[in-house]
């Protein structure tokens, strides 16, 4: 494939590249996820294809190379470090296959920076044309902030939608019961139209826009007030002038069933419900599952862990599975604010559209839980039909009951769920909203032991490039300090010690933002985000929660140490500073021009797959079906390997050329050895149910501590 640097001028190699990393050159596209085989129709088929670059140096210029031609070419507008993305569609005749591949470039006089994406690998079946596939196709013109979609040759349905999970029996409370539906299309034709059917008949409507063959999703909420089985279908319609092309979804059944009781809130209507008395704590304590041992914590310090609403669904992971008797914090992820929002609407519709009934009737700048359903409503062993307060809040009530030392703090913002903290950080009215709507909420939600703030990130490079200024720093200092306030009025009211955390990036870049000297006096920890150095929204290779700075890792700061020491050197004390510890791994398919046996001299392709998430990949899968064991050597073709200057752990397949980054027990126990060193104040990790035990184990492990 394309080897060339310039355009034009002598050939450099992916790897040299991949090293060099100048400052002109923009980071690696990566070709968004499309089908691999493709058949022709009445002699041709469209292909459309689209790209990203996610964060970093801009291009004003981007090619597209099929077997090593260029086919298409089109300008860009540089907008410093933010997102850039291109789409265009290739018209194929010929049966065979054939190799794509984009360059972003940047372009100055003469001379042409540029950085390759991975390789994908298309096939075309069928019967050909009469001529050959053209090697100038008439591309749809992209749009580089906000590409242009590509629309079939001939109308076509729509791709089947699916029901996402949603219970499928509810009660009746008080005469009535609101479910929130919502559905997901993943790949295909798109619909400009949905519509939602109750018993066949019409219930909610609404338009979609289509970008074909992108994902799309929507939701709407549906109340009863009557006992019976309800079948609903979601139809995605394809609408025209003069025909309507629907395709609908599996039936979906619903049964609503009456309360055993008068609907009166589960306190008899006198308010006499107490969570800390009234819940049923028969299957309380649970056991540790899985491999989790249990540990005496002789240290001291701080072992952390975030727990994550939506876990409930597809991992099948509750409360009653956290290894609470292992932990001494539990971050709950996460607590949205109401306001604006655009980050998490471009990301994730469905969220967004869930966020937005949440708010409907609060002011801007109010804290609320996104995911009802989960949070409060959902059954558990042990609830009763009219408790007011059921779900993994009940459930954390009973966690805190039977592991009163650990203490429980909700986590406010997170990657799609950033945005309102930027206004309030600088913004004072908005910030007087917010701090009195979180300190209402940890008043109602008793269970709560302090706020985390996880604001990604001050001073702009987060989920919306949009946002982000000088003023953040000075800004999050300001909000750390009003929330202690009203933290410390708070505990004069209830005779209770409340911690204040933040959620900090592991970058020293980002860390220089913030006024520390102010900040830390006012927190108990800085959770350092110690991962996600590196990623497959590039193809930049590097060890994403690396200890130290190595030549495996050629970005300067992208390093716990780095991080570490830079506070150190602000004056924040050893003692507030948290590592945190990844329980998954970063991955990368498709890497090129590795040499010397070490798959980070290459440069990456397409993000891993099999996941829950493109590029990402629990530990327990990876330790599973790559490792072979927590201490093993590699399975499945795939070597372990161990960076000793970076103090890092990954695992490599060079027959598919595959390469994870991850958190292994040995990499951990030498966070733990860090801690240790220089006198932190403990670990954390994200996630807890992306681990088997075994992380947890080492976090333990690395800290001294003895099994029980």
């Keep these: 494939m394309f080897k060339q640097a310039v355009k034009g001028g002598s050939g450099i190699s992916l790897l040299l590249l991949a090293a060099s990393i100048q400052a002109a050159t923009p980071n690696a596209p990566v070709i968004s996820w499309m089908p691999t085989d493709y058949t022709l129709q009445n002699g041709s088929v469209q292909v459309p294809l689209r790209w990203d670059m996610w964060w970093g140096s801009n291009g004003n210029k981007w090619y597209l190379h099929k077997n090593d031609s260029v086919v298409y070419e089109a300008a860009l507008t540089p907008n410093g470090q933010n997102a850039q993305s291109g789409s265009t569609s290739l018209s194929f005749t010929q049966p065979g296959s054939y190799q794509l591949q984009?360059?972003?470039?940047?372009?100055?006089?003469?001379?042409?920076?540029?950085?390759?994406?991975?390789?994908?690998?298309?096939?075309?079946?069928?019967?050909?044309?009469?001529?050959?596939?053209?090697?100038?196709?008439?591309?749809?013109?992209?749009?580089?902030?906000d590409p242009d979609p590509v629309e079939p040759v001939n109308p076509a349905a729509p791709a089947k939608p699916t029901f996402a999970w949603s219970e499928n029996s509810v009660t009746l409370n008080g005469g009535s019961v609101s479910l929130n539906l919502a559905w997901n299309m993943w790949w295909g034709n798109n619909g400009n139209l949905w519509q939602l059917k109750q018993n066949g008949t019409v219930v909610h409507s609404a338009s979609l826009s289509s970008a074909t063959p992108a994902a799309q999703s929507g939701s709407t909420s549906v109340s009863f007030n009557s006992t019976g089985s309800y079948n609903f279908v979601v139809s995605?319609?394809?609408?025209?002038?003069?025909?309507?092309?629907?395709?609908?979804?599996?039936?979906?059944?619903?049964?609503?069933?009456?309360?055993?009781?008068?609907?009166?809130?589960?306190?008899?209507?006198?308010?006499?419900?107490?969570?800390?008395?009234?819940?049923?704590?028969?299957a309380w304590p649970h056991p540790l599952k899985q491999n989790n041992v249990a540990f005496n914590n002789t240290s001291g310090k701080k072992v952390g862990a975030y727990f994550v609403e939506w876990g409930i669904y597809g991992r099948a992971f509750h409360a009653a599975d956290i290894p609470a008797q292992n932990l001494t914090h539990i971050y709950y992820g996460?607590?949205?604010?109401?306001?604006?929002?655009?980050?998490?609407?471009?990301?994730?519709?469905?969220?967004?559209?869930?966020?937005?009934?949440?708010?409907?009737?609060?002011?801007?700048?109010?804290?609320?839980?996104?995911?009802?359903?989960?949070?409060?409503?959902?059954?558990?062993?042990?609830?009763?039909?009219d408790q007011p307060i059921r779900g993994i809040f009940a459930e954390l009530y009973r966690l805190k009951q039977a592991h009163p030392h650990v203490k429980i703090l909700p986590s406010v913002g997170g990657w799609t769920l950033s945005d309102p903290l930027y206004d309030v950080g600088t913004n004072a009215a908005a910030r007087a909203v917010f701090?009195?709507?979180?300190?209402?909420?940890?008043?109602?939600?008793?269970?709560?032991?302090?706020?985390?703030?996880?604001?990604?990130?001050?001073?702009?490079?987060?989920a919306n490039p949009a946002l982000g200024s000088a003023q953040d720093g000075a800004g999050f200092a300001t909000l750390m300090r009003e929330l202690r306030q009203a933290l410390d009025a708070l505990s004069a009211e209830t005779g209770r010690d409340y911690e204040l955390a933040a959620a900090m990036s592991g970058g020293v870049e980002k860390l220089s933002v913030v006024d520390w000297e102010d900040a830390h006096q006012h927190m108990d920890y800085i959770n350092l985000m110690t991962y996600d150095y590196y990623g497959a929204w590039n193809g930049v290779l590097g060890h994403q929660t690396g200890l130290y700075p190595s030549p495996n890792s050629p970005i300067s700061g992208f390093s716990a140490h780095e991080a570490v020491q830079y506070l150190l050197n602000r004056g924040v004390p050893a003692g507030k500073i948290a590592l945190g510890a990844a329980m998954y791994g970063r991955g990368w398919q498709n890497v090129a021009g590795a040499t010397g046996g070490n798959p980070f001299t290459g440069t990456g392709g397409d993000g891993i797959t099999g996941g829950w998430e493109r590029g990402i990949m629990d530990y327990k899968q990876i330790e599973a079906d790559f490792m072979g064991g927590p201490e093993a050597s590699g399975v499945n073709g795939f070597t372990v390997g161990w960076d000793d200057t970076a103090k890092a752990s990954y695992v490599w397949n060079p027959a598919s050329n595959t390469l994870i980054s991850i958190d292994t027990k040995r990499s951990v126990r030498e966070k733990g050895a860090y801690i240790l060193q220089h006198q932190l104040g403990g670990i954390f990790a994200w996630e807890i149910d992306a681990d088997n035990g075994h992380i947890l184990n080492a976090m333990h492990e690395g800290l001294g501590h003895t099994q029980q």
């Design 236 to 282: 995605l319609c394809q609408q025209s002038s003069d025909a309507l092309l629907c395709t609908d979804s599996d039936v979906k059944t619903v049964s609503v069933v009456a309360g055993s009781g008068g609907g009166d809130g589960g306190d008899g209507g006198d308010g006499s419900f107490d969570p800390w008395t009234d819940l049923d704590m028969t």
């Design 102 to 145: 984009v360059s972003l470039c940047d372009v100055s006089g003469s001379t042409e920076h540029c950085a390759q994406s991975g390789i994908t690998t298309i096939t075309i079946s069928g019967t050909g044309g009469s001529k050959p596939d053209p090697v100038e196709p008439d591309p749809v013109d992209p749009d580089p902030v």
């Design 334 to 385: 996460f607590i949205p604010v109401c306001g604006p929002n655009e980050g998490l609407r471009q990301a994730n519709p469905e969220g967004y559209a869930a966020l937005n009934s949440q708010c409907s009737g609060k002011p801007d700048y109010s804290v609320v839980v996104h995911d009802k359903f989960a949070a409060l409503e959902k059954g558990y062993p042990g609830d009763v039909w």
């Design 435 to 462: 701090i009195d709507s979180i300190i209402d909420f940890i008043r109602t939600y008793d269970f709560f032991d302090g706020i985390d703030i996880d604001w990604e990130f001050p001073g702009g490079g987060g």
